[in-house]
């Protein structure tokens, strides 16, 4: 789900980015091994969400813009709206919802789409975030969040640099569900899109994880000069190191990058949506850290 991402999926259909995730065999590492935080990195940035309202550091993707068959690719049904992200005991929650016309958006726009739901994308693509973080990526990141695992949704934890266009600047995807292939499974996508590694040669890599879809995780990212390690509760999921002589069209990886949360409705990944069931895609934040040496 960035800007004007795409890349081909099976049967030659048209994904974009965010995760442009494909559901089959990735080429990143998936070994098991342990991930954890190097000792002598500090806190430099969080949030605990025991405010009214998120803070400064926080901004949202909202409206027509984000129509999933527009520059995005995948066919997603929702519309994304400030108001289906908020702040309740200390969690920040992104709750798809079914769409109606109104405010923002038409009857016909609804119908010419094929929208079916609301919800939200929050992003830290703000001063005081990169502030916080001195202008660099590197560091070890960890989000406490439960997730839906619902047919029909596209929850996502996941990264992009700051400036350029997609793929050319990056995506980290810490962690993907697909509501189309995932479903029954208690699997997790992790992998990065860069402008010589996307579509079917972009790296992923999965792992199933007991206990996903019914508590909290703590989503793991370590992020380095020369490699990128993700995974879930200190076990590695997927790795990726800085190729020899990489430029940035292997390795964009050197900018600031800004953490996006989202649910996407339907579509390509999402696959087909039973309105019913728009309640249960709650994708719920207990905390981000943000960790630096």
């Known amino acids: 789900m960035s800007s004007k991402g795409f890349w081909f999926g099976i049967g030659l259909v048209l994904l974009s980015a965010c995760g442009g995730g494909d559901h089959g065999d990735g080429l990143g590492s998936s070994a098991p091994v342990s991930l954890t935080r190097p000792a002598n990195y500090v806190l430099k940035w969080q949030d605990d969400f025991n405010a009214a309202s998120l803070s400064g550091d926080w901004a949202y993707d909202t409206g027509a813009p984000l129509y999933g068959g527009t520059v995005w690719g995948n066919s997603e049904k929702q519309y994304y709206r400030s108001q289906n992200a ?17 405010g923002d958006i038409t ?20 001063a005081s975030y990169y502030s916080a973080l001195n202008g660099t990526p590197y560091g070890f990141y960890e989000i406490r969040a439960q997730i839906p695992c619902v047919a029909g949704a596209w929850p996502a934890i996941w990264m992009m640099g700051q400036n350029g266009a997609w793929p050319d600047r990056g995506e980290i995807d810490i962690m993907e569900w697909f509501g189309r292939y995932f479903v029954g499974t208690e699997q997790v996508q992790s992998g990065v899109h860069t402008k010589n590694r996307f579509g079917d040669t972009s790296i992923y890599a999965k792992k199933t994880l007991n206990g996903l879809c019914s508590g909290y995780h703590t989503y793991q990212l370590l992020w380095t000069a020369t490699s990128l390690t993700m995974g879930v509760d200190g076990v590695q999921v997927f790795s990726y190191n800085k190729p020899a002589g990489a430029g940035v069209a292997d390795w964009p ?25 728009l309640s249960q895609m709650t994708l719920s934040v207990d905390w981000i850290k943000v960790w630096q040496p």
């Open 107 to 126: 009857s016909s726009e609804i119908s010419s789409k094929g929208l079916l739901a609301t919800s939200a994308r929050v992003k830290t693509d703000t």
């Open 86 to 102: 908020s702040l309740s005991n200390g969690k920040l929650v992104i709750q798809p919802a079914a769409i109606a016309a109104g």
């Open 253 to 277: 990886f050197d900018q600031p990058a800004f953490l996006i949360l989202n649910v996407a409705v339907g579509g390509n990944l999402g696959g087909n949506v039973d309105p019913s069931l």
